[in-house]
């Protein structure tokens, strides 16, 4: 500002001096080339029609710019501190409230006096095991890995995790039957010629592990549970002796199904273990007057859509129901998880394969499903056991 002040002076001198340079510099005391200085910097300033009073006004504008920004600025920092203020007024006007025991309203929770109020059956879907099939990781970009050890391991996890879950589920509701629903493709078979080098057991001898793991798993219910089971059987499409489907006589070229009648027998003589078996595609089973349909879902056709399996399911239901009607449906063999309220498609114990690949199936991690079915309410939850 000193500096604008001494270029104005000057330049006011020079103005009296009829624009004399040398005379100008001559009364202001100051050397020529100096005055020839103040003169550009005062052109660099100002224009030449600029007058002092001019020079003088911008000046006071940009200083009363200057001090209406800083008003502002404190006004808006005085309102932050008075939103804080009253913050922090409002926090000690409660600990004193507090502190000096006033009166606070109390608010609890009780526990229901009675667990019985509400009852629900526990159903775990378990299929597409697969068991014997080999998975090598670089067959599936790492997304999947699956041997006999694997398959022991991932099985032990459906039982112990729904076990866990039901008697979580007890703390709220009475659970007195478990149905552990067995859909199917508990093994992979001959069906393709590339499992039969792949597979690392025969169907015979595959048919010896998958029963008795279910045996086990039957057994772990029946041990960490009060539970009676209701095991509802299912034949797949992979558990066949023969090249091609069968239709009417599937159950009789079914390793599964001869898996199932063992199980039974094994069973026969305990009171909280019922088998149904049926020799047909479906089997029905009535909850709380709820009548549910189980199959492998092998008869369900899909060939590709945005819509994924949901329209052809719904679809092959609404013809199913024509003849005999069911409230739920549920199935396997798409290996998809998926609750779409009147149907539950189950996902697989194995994973992602490379005949998922071939056929650009989204990956799904493994798991199986459980959910219940409320006396007065219906199906009230749905939940993937992820085993991966």
């Known amino acids: 500002m000193q500096n604008k002040e001494r270029f104005i002076r000057f330049y006011k001198v020079y103005q009296e001096c009829g624009y004399d340079l040398d005379l100008a510099a001559k009364k202001s005391n100051v050397l020529r080339d100096t ?17 002092l009073e001019d020079i003088k006004q911008n000046e006071n504008d940009r200083v009363i710019g200057s001090l209406k920004t ?46 019985s109020i509400s009852e629900s059956v526990a159903v775990l879907l378990c299929g597409d095991w697969h068991v014997e099939e080999t998975i090598l990781k670089d067959t599936v970009n790492d997304l999947n890995e ?104 599937a159950y009789k070229n079914s390793y599964e199904w001869l898996m199932y009648n ?27 007057g709820k009548v549910i349909r189980f199959h492998h879902g092998d008869w369900l056709r899909y060939n590709g859509g945005v819509g994924g399996i949901s329209v052809p399911v719904n679809k092959a239901i609404a013809q199913w129901n024509i003849s005999k009607h069911a409230d739920l449906d549920c ?12 149907w539950i498609s189950n996902a697989s114990l194995i994973g992602h394969n490379a005949f998922a690949v071939y056929i650009k199936a989204a990956y ?18 749905t939940m993937p056991i992820y085993l991966k």
């Open 262 to 288: 063992i199980l039974a027998d094994q069973y026969k003589d305990n009171k909280r273990v019922a088998f149904k078996i049926s020799n047909s595609y479906f089997n029905y089973l009535t909850v709380y």
């Open 331 to 342: 199935f396997g063999h798409w290996h998809q998880h998926k609750d779409f309220g009147s």
């Open 35 to 51: 005055g020839r200085k103040y003169l550009s910097e005062y052109k660099k300033l100002f224009s030449d029609d600029t007058s």
């Open 146 to 249: 699956f041997d006999l050890n694997e398959a022991d391991r991932r099985i032990k996890q459906v039982f112990r995790k729904a076990v866990s879950l039901i008697n979580i589920w007890k703390t709220s509701t009475q659970i007195k039957t478990f149905v552990l629903a067995l859909l199917g493709d508990f093994m992979s078979g001959y069906i393709h010629d590339e499992l039969k080098e792949d597979n690392s057991l025969s169907p015979v001898q595959t048919i010896l592990f998958a029963l008795a793991r279910i045996r086990g798993g039957i057994d772990f219910i029946l041990e960490n549970t009060d539970c009676d089971l209701v095991v509802p059987c299912c034949i797949g499409n992979h558990g066949r002796s023969t090249d091609k489907p069968r239709i009417q006589t």
């Open 70 to 115: 800083e008003i502002a600025e404190l006004k808006k920092r005085s309102r932050l501190w008075q939103q804080k203020a009253v913050i922090a007024e409002t926090q000690l006007n409660t600990y004193l409230a507090i502190s000096s025991g006033a009166s606070v309203v109390d608010y609890s929770i009780a526990p229901s006096l009675k667990n």
């Open 364 to 381: 799904e991690a493994p798991s199986q499903t459980l959910f219940f079915i409320e006396k007065n309410k219906g199906k009230t939850a």
